[in-house]
């Protein structure tokens, strides 16, 4: 049990140390949050903070089907299904996964 515990941990780690290597793209995604998603839901930690990490990852599957789902009827529709979303929703990901509710990556936790 232990030993698996710390197989667990060093994975999460390596995970942890590629998803830095990565953080070109966390960069393009928080341009393109605040561009594209900041005037309906505020600042960057303020948006990534709506959702955990397996929410995040979870809504940007299949064509970000969930994500489309959440602005189904509201001021964000035609965004969601636009092309501007589609183009930049990798970015937006990595962003959004980056800086999730417990992702731990919150100023706060300085
Ligand atoms: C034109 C306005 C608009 C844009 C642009 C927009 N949204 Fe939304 N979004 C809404 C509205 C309206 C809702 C539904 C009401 C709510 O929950 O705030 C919503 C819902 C959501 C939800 C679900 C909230 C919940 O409580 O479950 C998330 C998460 C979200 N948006 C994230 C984003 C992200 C990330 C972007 C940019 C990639 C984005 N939105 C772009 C207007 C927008």
Request: glycine share 10%; net charge neutral.
């Amino acid at each position: 049990m232990k030993k698996r515990t710390s197989l667990l941990l060093t994975a999460l780690v390596a995970l942890g140390m590629l998803s830095s290597t990565a953080s070109a793209d966390v960069k393009k995604g928080q341009k393109a949050y605040l561009k594209q998603c900041k005037k309906c839901h505020g600042n960057g930690t303020k948006g990534a903070a709506m959702k955990a990490q397996d929410e995040w990852e979870e809504a940007f599957e299949d064509d970000a089907e969930i994500f489309v789902e959440w602005h189904v009827g509201t001021d964000g529709e035609k965004y969601a299904n636009g092309k501007k979303f589609k183009k930049y929703a990798p970015d937006l990901k990595d962003f959004l996964y980056e800086y999730a509710n417990d992702s731990g990556n919150v100023p706060s936790c300085g």
